[in-house]
């Protein structure tokens, strides 16, 4: 079976939430769990994992599409899908683990 | 005469196989400024990529909902989505089928201008907001 965070990593998610529906099976389980993640999107929508933030930064237009060519690009080589901002996020983080590392 | 209590699961053959996963899918009916979308479109695709990698799913219509979107100033957006669910055996739940059901929630969040695009596996909750182009 696939862990929380391999499968948050394979949708791409920006959050994962807990939902307090024991049994959701049947019409009204799936009504129930519906209510669930309809209430949950209502109080908290948007809210990065807990041990990640979520922070606007300015890039040029053209940076951002080489961003968006880059990861085009990546995801047709038949590894999983990656977007623009997952892979700035990705280099960042390998520039500061080269920049502590030097 | 006093019958003996039975296990309705056990009669009907109906208790889950052990490592089955459930995943459900929600597929909005409208976007994010609160315009109706192509929804029985989606509906199909999203059945069409579940049939294809789980062998099988369901759409169940409709669930009501609401959405607010704080990237335009927390404007409440009242929603009537499609349930989606499949049931998965472990094997089949793979990162391979995974990535390709994002290729599919991706197109969907993108092209239908979607805020986020929810899914459920094993009561949690993923919320996708990031969409990949094509």
Redesign the interface.
């Known amino acids: 079976m696939l862990t929380e965070e391999e499968i948050r990593q394979a949708l791409h998610a920006s959050r994962v939430v807990p939902l307090a529906v024991a049994n959701p099976h049947g019409p009204l389980g799936l009504e129930q769990l519906a209510a669930a993640v309809a209430a949950h999107r209502e109080h908290t929508p948007g809210d990065p994992p807990t041990d990640r933030v979520r922070r606007p930064i300015d890039l040029p237009v053209q940076t951002w599409e080489k961003l968006q060519a880059l990861a085009a690009a990546a995801s047709e080589t038949g590894t999983p899908p990656i977007s623009a901002g997952e892979l700035a996020a990705a280099i960042i983080e390998q520039y500061l683990v080269d920049a502590a590392s030097t | 005469m006093v019958e003996q209590s039975c296990d309705p699961q056990t009669i009907f053959h109906s208790a889950l196989p052990v ?1 089955t ?2 995943i ?1 899918i ?1 597929v909005p009916s409208q976007d994010r400024d609160g315009q109706a979308i192509d929804q029985d479109y989606w509906v199909d695709e999203v059945l069409t990529t579940l049939g294809r990698l789980f062998r099988g799913a369901t759409a ?1 219509p409709r ?8 990237a335009k100033g927390g404007v ?1 957006l009242k ?1 009537e ?1 499609v ?1 989606v ?1 499949s049931y998965v055996s ?1 094997e089949s ?4 089928a ?2 390709e ?3 599919t ?2 197109r969907m969040g993108r092209q239908a201008n979607q ?2 695009i ?4 094993d ?12």
């Not at chain 2, 739940?93 to 391979?96: D, G, K, N, S, V």
């Open positions: 490592g996963s459930l459900v929600f169940y669930g009501r909902g609401v959405w607010r979107d704080d409440l929603e989505p349930i669910f472990g739940l793979t990162t391979a995974l990535a059901l994002y290729r929630l991706s805020g986020e929810g899914v459920v596996i009561g949690k909750y993923y919320g996708i907001t990031e969409y990949v182009e094509e």
